[in-house]
C-alpha cells in the first residue's frame, strides 16, 4: 500500500511546524528570562555613614581611641567633661560621608538569575505551588502536550479517535494566550523588585541598593516561541484535519 503524495507533504508540514515550535520552546524554558542586580548607591552608604558610625563606637572602641591618643589631652577632655565618643562622632561623621559621596565605587550586593523552570522550582521551594503549578502548566505542559497531540493525530490511523484529538487541540488551543499572560506576569512580578523606590517624603532617606533589570535570552526564545506557535497552531490543526480526511481516499485509491 502506498501513501498518496499530498498526504506525505501534509505529515511534513505539520512535523517541521511543531518541530520549529519545540526548538523555540526549549531555550525559552530554560534559558535566564530576567536578571535583576542591586549595587550599594554611594549617596545612600554616605548617609547612613554616621549612623554606622555612631552605632559602632561603643565603649571598648572608646576605650581603644583613647589608648591610642595622647594620655594629656584624654586627661584634659575628661576634666573638661567633653565626650570623646560625641567628638568623633562629629568630627569624622561628616568627612566619611564626604569621602564616600567622591570615591565610592560600585559595589554588586544583589543578582537573581531566572528562568522560567528556575522560577516554578523556586516557587515551590519557597512554598509557593499554586503559581508554580500554573506556570509549569501553562508554559511547559500546555505548549508541549499540544504539540505531541497533533503530531500524534496527523500519523493515526483511526479516524474517529483522528478527529477526537483535533476537537481537542482545538479546544485547549483557545488557552493559547495563557502562557503568553503566565509569562508576562512572572516578568512583572520579578521587575517590580527591581522599580521599588525609596520612603517617600521631606525626610525620606536615599535608596541604599539601586536595582536594574535586564531582559535575557530566554524572554526572547518564549516570545518567538509564542508568536510562531499563534500563527501555526490554526495552520497544523488544519493541515492535520486535511490528512484525516485523504486517509481514507488514500485507503481506497491504493494499489494492493
Request: overall charge positive.
Amino acid at each position: 500500500m502506498t501513501a498518496d503524495p499530498s498526504h506525505r507533504t501534509i505529515r511534513v508540514i505539520v512535523v517541521g511546524l511543531l518541530v520549529v515550535s519545540v526548538a523555540l520552546l526549549i531555550p525559552g524554558l530554560f534559558q535566564p528570562v530576567l536578571t535583576i542586580r542591586g549595587v550599594l548607591t554611594k549617596e545612600g552608604v554616605a548617609h547612613v555613614a554616621p549612623m554606622m558610625l555612631e552605632r559602632g563606637l561603643n565603649d571598648d572602641t572608646v576605650n581603644v581611641l583613647k589608648s591610642m591618643m595622647n594620655p594629656s589631652i584624654v586627661t584634659f577632655l575628661e576634666a573638661t567633661g567633653s565626650d570623646i565618643r560625641k567628638i568623633v562622632i562629629e568630627k569624622l561623621g561628616p568627612q566619611i560621608s564626604a569621602s564616600l559621596q567622591k570615591s565610592f565605587g560600585e559595589v554588586e550586593v544583589y543578582e537573581q538569575t531566572r528562568s522560567i523552570v528556575g522560577a516554578v522550582r523556586r516557587l515551590y521551594d519557597v512554598g509557593s505551588p499554586i503559581p508554580a503549578t500554573l506556570i509549569l502548566l501553562f508554559s511547559v505542559i500546555v505548549p508541549l502536550g499540544k504539540a505531541a497531540l497533533v503530531a500524534w493525530a496527523t500519523f493515526m490511523t483511526g479516524d474517529n479517535v483522528r478527529r477526537r484529538t483535533l476537537r481537542f487541540v482545538e479546544a485547549i488551543a483557545k488557552w493559547s494566550m495563557a502562557d503568553v499572560f503566565v509569562v508576562a506576569i512572572f516578568i512583572a512580578y520579578l521587575a517590580a523588585q527591581a522599580s521599588a523606590t525609596p520612603t517617600q517624603g521631606p525626610g525620606a532617606a536615599p535608596a541604599m541598593i539601586a536595582f536594574t533589570a535586564r531582559v535575557g535570552p530566554g524572554f526572547y526564545w518564549f516570545a518567538a516561541y509564542c508568536l510562531f506557535s499563534l500563527a501555526s497552531q490554526q495552520v497544523t490543526v488544519r493541515l492535520a484535519g486535511a490528512a484525516a480526511a485523504e486517509a481514507p481516499l488514500a485507503a481506497e485509491g491504493a494499489t494492493p
